[in-house]
């Protein structure tokens, strides 16, 4: 028997899900702590029943967001970036347009600010 010791060790790496804004569509993004960014390094289309199942929709991660240069962007439309909606959830973005909809809760916001914070969670 051996033990790893893992006190103290944060999670490096986590998904969070998101819809696609053209499509309503889900999917999971991996994020990979680098320092104190969240890098996207991949994005993947998920089913409904698989996201709760796997409890993506309660992953919350903090910090500073990047993507890393091979993240293939939304699995439904490619858009690169992520906008997060004042519900608390991601939604994919072009990172151009000023407005867009929450494929949420089906809210039109303003592009503002950049986001610190991160998660599919279901309440907030
Ligand atoms: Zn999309
Ligand atoms: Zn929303």
Redesign the pocket.
Known sequence: MSYADTSGTRPAVTIVSAR????GRLFGIRFERMGETWVGTWAFAIKEARASREGYDRNEIRGQFAFDENYPG?P????QSLVQCSCGKAA?YDGKAKKVKCPWCRTQGVIEGSVDRLSGGRDR
């Open positions: 696609c804004s053209h499509t939304c439904y439309c490619e858009e994919c």
